[in-house]
């Protein structure tokens, strides 16, 4: 059997915690900023989890599972 390969997006855009829960960035928050509030910009800054209905997909995408 080969090697499954890992998905060069995914391993840019998602990273795994301590713990095993997968850590990803905000959307919205790379152009078009003019419009978009301090408060709106300020909270797509912090860090959030992956959903736990994705969980799964994700871990297909990073050859984990």
């Known amino acids: 059997m080969p090697k499954i ?3 060069s997006g995914a391993k ?10 997968i850590k990803r960035k905000h ?3 790379s152009h078009i900023l003019t ?3 301090k408060k709106q910009k300020r909270n797509l800054t912090h860090s959030g989890l992956v959903a736990g209905v ?5 871990k297909a995408l990073l050859g984990m599972k």
């Open 27 to 29: 959307a919205f928050k």
């Open 12 to 21: 840019k855009r998602f990273a795994l915690t301590g713990s095993g829960k």
């Open 35 to 37: 419009k978009k509030t």
């Open 5 to 7: 390969k890992t998905n």
């Open 54 to 58: 994705d969980v799964a997909n994700v």
